[in-house]
């Protein structure tokens, strides 16, 4: 199995969703083939959901130390890294230190060609070319 293919429903369904979804911790830790949830389950899940080019949040859901008693109906965010703008943003948020917050998220909502860099333009123009 490829990481592509570790958890094809989730992703397909995200995909399909137009790049973001919400699952419980149920739906997820069925698709891997366990039948309860605990902290290991909850670290495969997220390294899956990550070897699969998928984000979640809020990330202490799949956090043992943070969540000592995860159940199968608790909800996750899921979203695709696909470097588009909504990933961008979630991640300049959920990871701070891994990209320049500030470009980020002035670039949110602006109709203001100034307020974004070089590469948003390109971002922009491109998705206004795929809508």
């Given amino acids: 199995m490829s990481d592509t293919d570790t958890a094809p429903g989730i992703a397909a369904r995200c995909r399909a969703d137009g790049g973001l979804t919400q699952a419980t911790l149920g739906e997820l830790r069925d698709e891997l083939g366990y039948r309860k ?3 290991w389950v909850l670290a495969e899940i997220a ?3 990550r070897a699969t080019g998928l984000g979640f949040f809020p990330p202490e859901r799949l956090t043992a130390e943070l969540n000592t008693e995860p159940r199968q109906w608790q909800t996750l965010w899921i ?3 696909d470097g588009g703008p909504r990933a961008r943003v979630i991640d300049a948020v959920l990871q701070p230190d891994d990209c320049d917050v500030r470009a980020e998220l002035d670039a949110i909502g602006t109709k203001h060609p100034t307020a974004l860099t070089p ?6 123009i ?6």
Avoid: S
Wanted: glycine share 4%.
């Fill in 37 to 39: 949830l605990g902290r």
């Fill in 47 to 49: 390294e899956t959901l």
């Fill in 79 to 81: 979203y695709v890294r």
């Fill in 119 to 124: 590469q948003q333009r390109l971002d922009r």
């Fill in 126 to 131: 491109r998705d206004i070319l795929n809508a």
